[in-house]
Each structure stands twice: as C-alpha cells, then as structure tokens.
C-alpha cells in the first residue's frame, strides 16, 4: 500500500502541508489497524443464538429489526428529518423547477420499469426475513421508481393529494413509534417482541419502513416541498429575510 | 479465503476513481465517476460476502446518492446560465439607456 | 505475501478512501465536491466496518453490517440535506452578486 | 448488568419517545404546530424533570430496549451526570419553547409575509422537538453507534434550525457548520469501528472499563475525541460557530448555544473520564480550553453586534468546558461538580442572554451595541434579565456562575494546579471587561429619543427573565444539583 501516500503527495502539490499532514494520517491509521492490539471475537455467536427468539431467519435483518431496532427507529427519523429540513429551506428564488424533457423513450421505459421496480420492492420485501433483501433496499427501489416518475413529470405524483404525501412520510416513523411504545402497554420492554408474534410485527415494520423511506427519497430527490397554487405566492416573497431578524 | 488478483484490482480502480473524482476538473464528470464508484464499491462488498449491503449500496449509496447529485448539479449550473441571460440582458438594457 | 487476507487489503483500502475523501474536504473548493468527498470518506468507513466483520472468527458477525445499512441511510439523508443547502448558498450568492452589479451601474 | 446497584427503569425511554411523537405530530398538523409543540415542550420537559427525581430517588438507572440486554442490544443508562444534563435541557427547553410562542406571533404580527412566518413557525416546532430527543437520546444512551445515529439527528436538525432564517449569511453559516459536523461524525464513526474491533462491544461503559491503550484502541479514542471537539467547536476548531449563533433565530440562538454544544461536550466527558488518559494526554483539551478562554474574550471584546458579542463570549465559555479536564483526574467529585455546575449554570445564563439580546433586535430592528442605549426604559424586564444573566457570565457571587467558578479555583489550588486558578481569574476578569461593554449600554440611563410602540409579547420578556432567575438561583441550591450529580 506505498501507492496510496504518494498519490495523495502528488495530486496536492500547492497544498503540501496538508498532504504532508494526510499522508501522516493515512501511516497512523494503517499502523493502528496492523497493530496488534486486544483483538474481539464479535456477536456472531450471540446472535445466532438469539436467532430463533428473533422471529426471522436472516441475521442481518434480525439485527436491524429486533436486536437493535432502536437504532433503525432512529434512523427512520433521520430521514425523516433530511425531507423536513429540506422542505424547510425557503424556496429563495423564481428560477428553476427542472424542466425535464419526458421523451418517447423515458415514458414507455416508465411505464415498463415503474410497476416492475415496485415488483421488485415488493420482492425484497419478502425475501428480507430470510435472505439478502429487507425494508431499505425496498424502500430505495420504490424511491428510484418514484424517481422516474418526477423525471417524466409524471401525473400521477401532481395527482398525488400534498396531506397524503405528508401522511406517507410520517407512516414509517410513527407505526414503529406504535409497536414500540404497544410493547409496553402489554407490559413489556420498548420494542420489545419475541417469536412467534415477532415475525408479524417485523414484517409489518419492515412494509411501512420501506414505504416512507422510498416516497422520502423521491421526495428528497424532488427537493422541495409540491406546493400547488401557494407556490406563486411564496416564491414572490423572496427577498423577505432583508426586513426581518 | 486468499488475495487474488481480482481484490487487488478491485482495491486500485477504488482508491483511482475517489482519485478521479476528487481532481476531475468537470463536476459532471466527478458524478458519474461517483456513480461508478459506487457501483465498484458494492462489488468489493459481494466480494466480502455481503450481498444485503451491496444492494444497498448499490440502489441508494450510488444510485439514489447519484441522482440527486445530478440533480443539485442541474440546479446549479441551470442557475449559472440563467445568470449569463441576466446578465445580457442587463447589459442589452444599459446600452438603451 | 500468503499472509494477507482479503480483508485486510479492504480495510486498508477503506481507511485510505477516508484519508483522500478528508482530502477532499479539506482541500478542494466547490461545495458539491467536498460534499462528494463527504461521500467517499462514508464508503471508505463502510468498507473499514465491513471487513470488521470478518474477524477472526470463521462465522460473519451481522452487527458491522446492520450498522453498515443504518450508516447508508444516515448518509444518503445528509447528503440530501448538504445538497439542498448548497444550491441554497449558491443562489444567495449569485443573487448578492446581482444585487452588487446593479448597485454598481447605479452609481456610474 | 455487572453493576447490581442499577436498576431497571422504563422512565428512561420517555424524555426521548415524547418529543419524537411531538416532533411528528407538529409535522402533521401544521396548523396547530404551535398548540401542539408548546405540549409537547411541557410534557417533555415533565418526562425530563421525573427522570432526575427518579435518579436522585432511586439511584442510577438502565433500560434494555427491546429487552436485550448489551453487548446484543441496545441499553440505555442514566447516573447522575446525565440525569442532570436531561434537567438541564427540560429547563432551558421549556423557557426557550415559551420564548417562541410568543416570538414567532410577534414577528407575524408585524410583517406582511403572513404565509412565511407560518411555515418557519411551523418547521421550527418540529426540528426543535425531534432535537430535543435526539439530546436527550445522546445524553441516556450507552451504545457508541447509537449515538453516532443520535449525533447525526442533532446535527441535521440544528442545521435545519440555523439555516431556518433563510438570510444569507445564515445559509453559508449552516452549511460550513454542516460540513463540519459532517466532519466530526465521520471521524466518531471510524472511531467507533476501531473499538468494535477491539472489543467486541458497542456498550460504552464496557468499552471504558475494560480500556487498556494500544495502537487501535488510542486511534479510536483520538478519531471520536476529534470528533467530538469538532462539534463542540473548542477553540482551533470554533471558526463555524460565531456566525452560525448569531445568525439564526433567536430561540434558535439560544438552544444552539445552551443546548447543543453541551451534547458534545457531554459525549467527550464520557470517553474522557478515565484515569489512564489523564496520564497520557490530559492537559491537551485544557490548553486548548485555555486558549478558547483568551482568544474568544478577546474577540467578544471586539465585537459592534451584541448577538455576535454573546456568541463569541459561547466560544469563551467552551474553554471553562474543557481546561477543568485536567481537574477531573484525581479528587473524588469536586472537578465533576465545578464542570457540572458551569454546564448547569452557562445553559441557563447563555440561553437568558440570546433571548434578551433577540428581543432587544426584534423591538428595535438591529442589535448594534452602540445604539442600544436607552433600550431599558422599553424592555425593563429583558434588560434586567440580560443583567442577571451577566451575573452568571461573570461568575459573580450569588450566581451559579460563581459557584462553579469558586469550585474550580478551589480543586485546582488543591491539586497545585496554580496555572489553571489563575487562567480562571484572568477569564473571568475578560469576560466581565466585555460583558460590562453590553451591560453598560443596555441599562444605561440616556433617554430614548423616539419611543416606538411596543411589538414584542410579554412571554418572551419574562421567559428570559425567569431562566435569568434560575440560573442566579443555582447558586444559592447548590447542594441539590451537587448531591444528583453525586448519584453514580
């Protein structure tokens, strides 16, 4: 790995001292990794013994809907929050809606890909208890698939009412802030659900997760908030933060 | 498992193309070579026995993360010749004054 | 060279992805590119945590991977986020440059 | 759990799944955003308060989520320090909160952009609440990925909240704070790889008791230390913050100042509370906090805008945050009580000042500090707010400030620290040099010579003043907040 220093130094030649300083960095990270050091043996083994208790077959999914769902409860509202700021930051300008060109092509390669795309979600969906697959990579197809619709300027997401949008985006976040907070009315711990019923509250987690997280990623590639006939209206208020503190 | 070719490969045309993205002088060409980044990345990682996230890497790492790059980057450039305009225009109307 | 396992030429590749995506960050200009080199530092950890993953053990422990996916998601929201900041920027910026143009044919 | 002193409580999860649901439903309901957020602030900030009444009750506390217990699981775990950082947010949340109601109204009121203000009204509530949880997620939490995912909904939603202004200059400040906090989450998540690699765990408290340094474990330490000073913005490290505080809105300004920092600051006094680093390489942050000290007094002096004034006296304030390190090495509890105590009092007093200082902008349309004079007669409430919360800054006695000062000197003459009690002094004689720069033209007598009506709400007046009043009144109830941070 002698290449990785020295291409670093060559590429940043009027900032010497910081590529001086980085390829320091690069020597004291590959020493710590070589390093001996207290060497772990990990949670294989934990959690294929909790595996059953899980409700699923697959480990990884295990791991992100039981084990440690609070984290992927967590991360439901990172992504939450990315569609909230986003939609937050004022719309400063008159420029700019893209204006995409929908061509003969893009429109009868939409209208093949689209139903087969939210097919494959629906595939991985299934397969995630088991295998490769589960809620993300789900929710990432449906959100390409929405993604070629807003490139063909598509009717159907203008169709779509602004309060179902919303509501959809907040179906993830708030069915798992459900089941969570459900576990313990039944006197048990936050998120806490073991086999058999698990399976059922995992599955269901993972459909409602990988919905909105796909229509939130369509809706972080759109970039701003649909505002239909308010639209005007804002936008002619721009320079409104000169008056205001 | 042992080191083979493939890994080695693998290895370089990733730290090349972070390389290529870093320094290419045109930001539309950066995104692409990202887009195939990404795609690479999610190979090495079927590589180390991990298909779920390849996937994953490969829909939304590279993939989702691509396009809107590519969007943000129509923004910005769209803005700059919008600007051009402006500024013609601008121009065009100081000359009548 | 029998002694190299494939993941050790992983994780050192990852941490090198990290080392030139701060690079990156530190030393290039545009806002996209140092969000891109963001981007490249992420994949560069990722990699680092997947390799974690093999271990010594012969089994491959699920955790650095589930942390790997929550990881994806955070960084894909960040970067939306980055993104949208940025375009903002640049449109102030650009619009501040109009206003001063006009201020300056003004006074000629 | 190892520690059979704890006990299992699910009061722990509430001061996070409160604000989490508030957060969502003010999203949904866009025109009760401001019923539903003020609520939701009470009921938080209720949750919070139970919490370190539980603790202080019952001693420290853990929650397995899910039930499963760590290393498999995720658990959540409140002593007393953390206990008091979850009081500290539930009260200086609950004053900013009141502050906004009346803020935003105000601010509607008196523009044409009815529309605007609505909808930055309404993604406030929703930002503000889900970083509340994100707080006190990071503060409960025991497991080190768990708080990288609970570190990057802080910093999303502070910059959300900073760039909500939507003025340029906030734009450029949120998006260099992003950067940079992008930054430091990165270098806390390779950190994080290099400890699960070493040990097999993502427990935090596991980690720290079975810490014994080597090449990968030092490196783990130095990349979330890094990390963590990033976003605490120590002094080298402190360009992003100046403009990004004074920029926003104020209510924003006042959590960013009081609230945020403290979540990072919190986070390295966890990894930091090990003996065996003092050793290696403890002067390091107090050096650094030494120079934050100097150089952001000095700047603060320096200062024509009172917002600017009051974000650059945070940078200052930072330093107090991080030279009391060396402190923390030996004695039993008296360093964590001088670091606490001036956390405590700092939120308080701090968050106190941005409110009068962004009342005083909103009634007079700018904050230049020179053509303040006078502003007394108009705002008498805020004005003598902005003067008790000077009290705290100072370290004047009775303030909170004061004790924690007194605290300091008092451990560090103990330890023969001599350097760092005179380093306090010097401190506290610059920040009383520019605070006396404010306060002078605040409450001077000179007579307005045009007297505009009246357009701020008396909530936002006396919300100021009532976090004014406690932070001067933590120095006189001391011994309550000393004994919860005791619990451990």
Known sequence: MTKGPSKTASALKRQWPLALLLVLLFTALAWAYLAPGPAAVGLAAQVDASLTASGVSSRVTAVLLNFRAYDTLLECFVIFLGVMVVWSLRPTTVTAPRQPQAGAILSSLERLLVPLMVLVAGYLLWAGSNQAGGAFQAGAILGGAGVLLLLDSSPLLARLPKGGLVWGICLGPFYFLVVAVAAMLRGRHFLEYRAPEATLAIVTLEATAAFSIGLCLATLFAGRQPQGKSRGENSAHSPAWEEDS | ?97 | MTMLSPSLIYGLTGLLLFVMGLAGLLGCAELLRKILATNIMASGIFLFLITIAHGSGTLIDPVPQAMVLTGIVVSVSSTAVALALACHVQEAARRHDLLQKKRGTVRR | MTNPALHSSAWLIWPVAAPLTGALLTFLFKDHSRRLGLFFAALSSGLGTALAWQILGHGPAHYALGGWQPPLGIALRADGPAALMVMMTAITGLAVSIYSGGYFQSRRRNSKHHALHSAQEHAFWSLWLLLWAALNGLFLSNDIFNIYVSLELVTLSSVGLTALSGKPPSLVAAMRYLLVSLLGSLSFLLGVGFFYKAYGTLALTAIINSLSLSPPTSMALALISIGLLLKSALFPFHFWLPPAHANALTPVSAILSGLVIKGSWYLFYRFWHVELIFTAVGLVPAILGGAAIIWGAWQAFAQQRLKMLVAYSTVAQIGYLFVAFPLLAETSGQGHGALFYFAISHSCAKGAMFLAAGTFFLQMGHDRIRDLAGVRQLLPVSSFAFGLAALTIMGLPPSGGFIAKYLYINTAINQGLWWLALLILLGSGLSAAYIFRAVSAILSPQLLRIRPALVVSASMQWSALTLALISLLLGIIAPLPLALLEVS
Not at chain 2, 2 to 7: Q, Y
Not at chain 2, 60 to 86: D, H, P, W
Not at chain 2, 88 to 94: A, G
């Open chain 2, 1 to 97: 498992m042992v080191v083979n070719a493939f890994d080695i490969c693998l290895c370089l045309t990733l730290a090349w193309l972070a390389w290529q993205v870093l320094r290419s002088h045109d930001l539309f060409k950066a995104v692409v070579l990202f887009i195939s980044f990404g795609m690479l990345m999610a190979l090495s990682w079927v590589r180390l026995q991990a298909p779920d996230l390849a996937l994953a890497e490969a829909a939304i790492g590279s993939g989702l993360t691509g396009a809107l790059f590519l969007s943000a980057l129509q923004r910005v450039t769209g803005n700059k010749r919008g600007e051009r305009r402006l500024d013609r225009n601008e121009e065009r109307h100081d000359k009548r004054a």
